[in-house]
């Protein structure tokens, strides 16, 4: 499974963003599709996960209210809504496919596939 992230870019805060993945996965809907980000000298972090159908999604106390997840199986992509951007959302962002179950939802072990990474800066 490839995927493909895009949508990164330098805003101030207070604004928005709206991060894509593609994944090039035939079977693209039997994964769960994870978002984790990584800033400057800290561990690489969950931001949330939309389970197959779309139906169930969950996100980190930092992402609530803010962070919209969403997927397409239509057109395998998975989207994050960053909205009301603050400046500690900088960071690289990630994309991950997996099958993982329970609290391996919200850890980086339990996927299998990443993205490259897509730079979010945001300033004040």
């Known amino acids: 499974v490839q995927l493909q992230a895009s949508g990164g870019g330098s805003e101030q805060a207070g604004s928005s963003l709206r991060l894509s993945c593609a994944a090039s996965a035939r079977t693209f809907s039997r994964y769960v599709m994870g978002w984790f980000r990584q800033a400057p000298g800290k561990e690489r972090e969950f931001v949330g996960a939309?389970?197959?159908?779309?139906?169930?999604?969950y996100y980190a106390d930092s992402a609530k209210g803010r962070f919209t997840i969403s997927r397409d199986n239509n057109k395998n992509t998975v989207y994050l809504q960053m909205n009301s951007l603050k400046p500690n959302d900088t960071a690289v962002y990630y994309c991950?496919?997996?099958?993982?179950?329970?609290?391996?939802?919200?850890?980086?072990?339990?996927?299998?596939?990443w993205g490259q990474g897509t730079q979010v800066t945001v300033s004040s």
């Open positions: 939309v389970l197959w159908s779309g139906g169930i999604i």
């Open positions: 991950a496919a997996g099958t993982p179950l329970g609290y391996a939802i919200r850890t980086d072990t339990g996927y299998d596939y």
